[in-house]
């Protein structure tokens, strides 16, 4: 069956670096791949697509690659802030429908000033 | 309204209680879908509702979780007989097309129901 991976595991970075959260996924090959922000108590915000033609995708200091090859999109955040802590979350369409999306549990991402 | 508006925001129910959980989507969106987050899981797909089609209950646990939506707008999930694994966050969300996967959806903040 479909599966995506996340790094459940916080990832703690200082402020001014770049930071990097993968997701991994496997027994299928999507169309595209979304990622998500949600901050604690709010519903996840939609933040970026990648299709699978796409190698690199670039939105401010946002940028999402898309391996077909390795199953995997590293997504990085460039020049961090503390206001961008928050859960990333990557979801996919599933087989059965594209209106359907399977989404990682997410990685916490922490930015210390 | 300017976004998708979930009601309550909270709700604490007793074991075999019925209740109800509302999603009023963004005006003029015509995909509205339900999604349950539980602590340390992913978003769990519940039912999709596109305009006048049949919807796609595929996601629904048991027979005890209901949904519909009126007039194409706001949409209604009812769980009956709630049981402690229901606990979790009910996140609605909408989108102006379900083919629209450019724009992603629009989530509510969802309803974190605790049954106790």
């Known amino acids: 069956s479909q599966k995506i991976e996340q790094n459940s595991e916080a990832l703690n970075i200082q402020e001014g670096k770049t930071a990097t959260l993968t997701c991994n996924y496997t027994?299928?090959?999507?169309?595209?791949l979304q990622w998500y922000r949600q901050d604690p108590g709010r519903g996840p915000v939609f933040l970026l697509l990648?299709?699978?033609?796409?190698k690199e995708k670039r939105k401010e200091r946002l940028k999402v690659t898309f391996d077909t090859t390795l199953k995997q999109s590293l997504f990085h955040i460039t020049a961090s802030q503390p206001a961008d802590s928050a859960t990333y979350l990557c979801?996919?369409?599933?087989?059965?429908?594209?209106?359907?999306?399977?989404f990682g549990t997410g990685t916490r991402l922490k930015v210390l000033a | 309204g300017a976004g998708v508006s979930q009601s309550p925001s909270n709700k604490v129910t007793e074991k075999g209680k019925d209740v109800e959980l509302r999603c009023d989507p963004i005006?003029?969106?015509?995909?509205l879908y339900w999604y349950r987050q539980s602590l340390g899981q992913g978003l769990e797909f519940l039912i999709y509702?596109?305009?006048?089609?049949?919807?796609?209950k595929s996601g629904l646990p048991s027979d005890r979780f209901s949904a519909e939506r009126t007039g194409g707008s706001v949409s209604t999930l009812t769980i009956q007989r709630t049981q402690q694994e229901d606990s979790a966050v009910y996140l609605c969300?909408?989108?102006?097309?379900?083919?629209?996967?450019?724009?992603?959806?629009?989530f509510g903040s969802g309803t974190r129901l605790t049954v106790v």
């Open positions: 005006s003029g969106h015509t995909a």
């Open positions: 509702f596109q305009g006048n089609s049949a919807p796609d």
């Open positions: 990648i299709r699978e033609n796409e």
């Open positions: 969300a909408s989108s102006l097309y379900s083919t629209q996967a450019n724009y992603g959806y629009t």
């Open positions: 027994n299928y090959s999507p169309a595209y």
């Open positions: 979801a996919l369409p599933t087989t059965s429908g594209t209106y359907k999306y399977i």
